[in-house]
C-alpha cells in the first residue's frame, strides 16, 4: 500500500501500532492475571485514530474499551468493533435507547439522571451500567453513601438496569506526593463497602496508577496515555517501571525552497529578517493542523539535523531555515525519530507550556493518519477523502 491517491498534500501523521501493542502487553506482563485493561481510545484514541488504537490493544490483550462520550462509543460499533464499550462521561438520560441499541455500557453519575434515564427504556430492555464515584476529582460522580444505597435499591428494584461495574477517577496519581491520593483511596473503599454486593467490574487507576499502585488495581485499569507511549508526568518519568514506545510521528516535505539576500522578511508581520544569505524551506503544515502559532521558534528535524521554525506560523503553512540548499520533497519531522535525532511529544509539551496529552489531541483530522506494523504501511486515513 502506498500514499499515493489516498491523500494528495506532503503532511501526515504515522501511528505506529506496533508501539501500541508492545506498551500495552508491557502493562499487561505487569497486572496479575485477574485485572483486565480496559484500552481508553476516546478523542479518537488522543489523536491517534479510535478503530485501529482499539482493534490494536484488543488484540495485545485489551479487554474492554473506553471513551468520553455516547457519539464515540457508537462510531466505534458501527466500524465493526465488538468488545464492550464503557462511556466514562455523561450521557442525556434520553439517550439511553441508542446505549441499549448498540450494547453500550453508560456511567451512572447521580440518583436523579438514573431517575429520568428509566422512563426511556422500554420494557424488556437491558441497560448496563458502571457507577461512578467520586472521591476527591470533583467532576461527576456520587459523593455520598446516601445517595450510593438509593441508587443501588434503584437499580436492584429495576430488572432492566444491570449493575455492571463500578469506579472512581483519581486526581493526583502521577505526583510524587501521595496524601491526596491516599484520601481519595480511602474514600473509593469507605463507598465500596456500604454496596450490598460488589459488581463484577471495580476499577479506579489510570495510566499513572496502573504503572505505580498494585494495591489499587481491583480488577480492572483504565489504560489511556500510556498505551500511547507517553508518560503520565514528567514528575513520575523515574517510575515507569518498563520502557514506552511513543506511537505518534509528525512529518511534512519541504514544498518550496529559495535563497534569501540578507535583509529579505518571511512570514506575516514580516517579523522575520534574514540576516545573511539564507536557504528558506516551507513545509505545508500550519496552526489549522494543530502545529500552534506558539511553536514559532520550535526546531524540526531534515536530513537528521535541527533546523528552526522562523517566522510567524501560518494556518497552513510555516517556514524553516535551511543550513544549505535541500531538495525540494525533502522529508521534515516535526515529531518523532529521524536518523539519529528524536523530538519527543514531551519537547512539544514543553514549548507549548502544556501537558503531553494535549499535542497528539490537537493534530488536526486535517492531517492524514499512517498506519505502521513491523516498518511496514497497513492502513491509511484521511478524514477529508473518506475511502
Ligand atoms: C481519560 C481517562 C482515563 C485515562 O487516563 P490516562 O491518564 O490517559 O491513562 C481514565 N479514566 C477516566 C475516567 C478518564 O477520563
Not at 202 to 225: K, M, Q, T
Not at 242 to 252: D, I, K, Q, T, V
Request: charged share 25%; aromatic share 8%; with cysteine.
Amino acid at each position: 500500500m502506498t500514499e499515493q491517491g489516498f491523500f494528495y498534500r506532503d503532511t501526515w501523521a504515522e501511528v505506529d501500532l506496533d508501539c501500541i501493542s508492545e506498551n500495552v502487553t508491557s502493562v499487561k506482563n505487569l497486572l496479575p492475571p485477574d485485572v483486565e485493561i480496559m484500552a481508553v481510545v476516546k478523542a479518537n484514541a488522543y489523536g491517534h485514530g479510535d478503530l485501529q488504537v482499539a482493534e490494536t490493544a484488543l488484540q495485545a490483550g485489551a479487554t474492554y474499551l473506553a471513551v468520553a462520550f455516547l457519539d464515540e462509543a457508537i462510531a466505534l460499533r458501527n466500524k465493526g468493533i465488538h468488545a464492550p464499550i464503557l462511556v466514562l462521561g455523561a450521557s442525556r438520560p434520553e439517550d439511553v435507547q441508542m446505549a441499549v441499541k448498540n450494547d453500550i455500557t453508560v456511567t451512572v453519575f447521580q440518583k436523579e439522571w438514573l431517575k429520568m434515564a428509566q422512563p426511556h427504556l422500554k420494557q424488556d430492555q437491558k441497560l448496563s451500567i458502571h457507577i461512578k464515584l467520586d472521591t476527591g476529582m470533583g467532576r461527576i460522580g456520587v459523593r455520598k453513601e446516601e445517595e450510593l444505597t438509593a441508587i443501588e435499591r434503584l437499580i436492584s428494584g429495576d430488572s432492566r438496569l444491570v449493575l455492571e461495574g463500578i469506579f472512581t477517577h483519581f486526581a493526583t496519581a502521577d505526583e510524587l506526593d501521595l496524601t491526596y491520593l491516599q484520601q481519595q483511596i480511602e474514600n473509593f473503599r469507605q463507598l465500596l463497602s456500604c454496596l450490598k454486593e460488589r459488581p463484577r467490574y471495580v476499577h479506579c487507576s489510570n495510566s499513572a496508577a496502573a504503572l505505580r499502585f498494585p494495591e489499587v488495581y481491583f480488577n480492572a485499569v483504565r489504560l489511556g496515555i500510556a498505551m500511547y507511549g507517553l508518560t503520565p508526568s514528567l514528575e513520575m518519568e523515574a517510575e515507569i517501571p518498563f520502557p514506552l514506545n511513543e506511537a505518534f510521528s509528525l512529518r511534512s516535505s519541504l514544498v518550496h525552497v529559495k535563497k534569501m539576500n540578507k535583509g529579505d522578511k518571511v512570514s506575516y508581520g514580516a517579523t522575520y529578517e534574514s540576516k545573511t544569505e539564507e536557504w528558506i524551506g516551507t513545509i505545508p503544515i500550519g496552526y489549522a493542523d494543530g502545529w500552534l502559532r506558539r511553536l514559532q521558534g520550535q526546531e524540526v528535524l531534515v536530513d537528521g539535523k535541527r533546523v528552526p521554525i522562523i517566522g510567524r506560523i501560518c494556518m497552513d503553512q510555516c517556514m524553516v531555515r535551511l543550513p544549505a540548499e535541500v531538495p525540494v520533497g525533502t522529508t521534515v519531522t516535526l515529531i518523532g525519530k529521524q536518523q539519529d535525532d528524536f523530538i519527543s511529544i514531551n519537547e512539544i509539551a514543553r514549548k507549548l507550556e502544556t501537558i503531553n496529552y494535549e499535542i497528539p489531541c490537537i493534530i488536526s483530522t486535517r492531517v492524514p493518519r499512517i498506519y505502521k506494523k513491523s516498518g511496514k504501511i497497513v492502513e491509511l486515513k484521511n478524514y477529508l477523502l473518506p475511502n
